[in-house]
């Protein structure tokens, strides 16, 4: 039985938390990680604050355990979400792509659990001064939005300077990966790919199938001239959108050819149009299974080999 500071702090089983991933983190994904010990998160990506009502609505429907909504500071509606959350009594936020700064105040005196993405060891230091009840340190092996270290380097600098329990993210979707991650200094995980494939998860049946088919060099990063980086599958559109930003096309026609690509890859299955976000880890991620059966397991796989760690130890 692993058990650590963050499973207190939010009173969840598991130190295990489902990323908050734009388009397809619904009510009912985060229901099911939630009724199976873990965190399950909402994402509210783009949509507007009425979408994100409904979701939360819900998952209290389906769920009497700990959930969380992430707010993705890019989105038009951040600030319409940012006020939504407080009017349900959500207990936990996470935020990603971008600096929570301006409605910490608001959350904390809503008394609402604010864990950020940190890229960085500078943006660790604010959020932790800025009130932050834990972080999560993304490295850029994860699908979405990316930053520019890796998990590796991430995760140990992002300890070593805040006092906050730390959540390591990227690049982890088995029990080796949660082992790594409490060697790192981490105290929990959080996982996006993997669940991807959960029976859960509502995204199109090609878009499971084409992370169960991926290999190890399946993904790449686009989006790095318009400054939000963006690690998918290698597709035509991912391809066709490359060659694009490093032509003499315009940052609106960039933007016109991007319009839609996370809804056409989530909702329709477009393989040509679609832009099917997913981390590095997806060529191990083979199969489809219970959201809950994915926290047990990553968990159980890491209790043996953070015993066997010691057989190096004389
Ligand atoms: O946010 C994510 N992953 C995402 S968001 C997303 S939707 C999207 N739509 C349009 C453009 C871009 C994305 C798909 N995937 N992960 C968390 C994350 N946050 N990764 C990196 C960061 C981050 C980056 C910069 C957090 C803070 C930050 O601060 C910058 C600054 O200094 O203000």
Known sequence: MITTPICGLLGIEYPVFQGGMAWIADAKLAAAVSNGG?????????????????????????TDKPFGVNIMLLSPFADDVAKVVVEEGVQVLTTGAGNPGKYMESWLEAGIKVIPVVPSVAMTKLVTRLGASAVIAEGGESGGHVGDLTTMALVPQVCDNTDLPVIAAGGIAD???????????????????????????SVHRNYKDKIIKANDIATMITGRRTGHPVRSLKTNFTREYFKLEYSSASDEDLDKFGTGALRKAVQDGNSKEGCFLAGQIAGMVNKEQPAAQIVREVIEEAEPILRGALKWVK
């Open 38 to 62: 873990g965190l399950g998160i909402i994402a509210a990506g783009n949509a507007p604050g009425d979408y994100v009502r409904d979701q939360i609505r819900a998952a209290k429907t389906m």
């Open 175 to 201: 029990g080796r990966g949660v082992a790594a991650a409490f060697m790192l200094g981490a105290c929990g995980v959080q996982m996006g790919t993997r669940f991807l494939v959960a029976e859960e998860c």
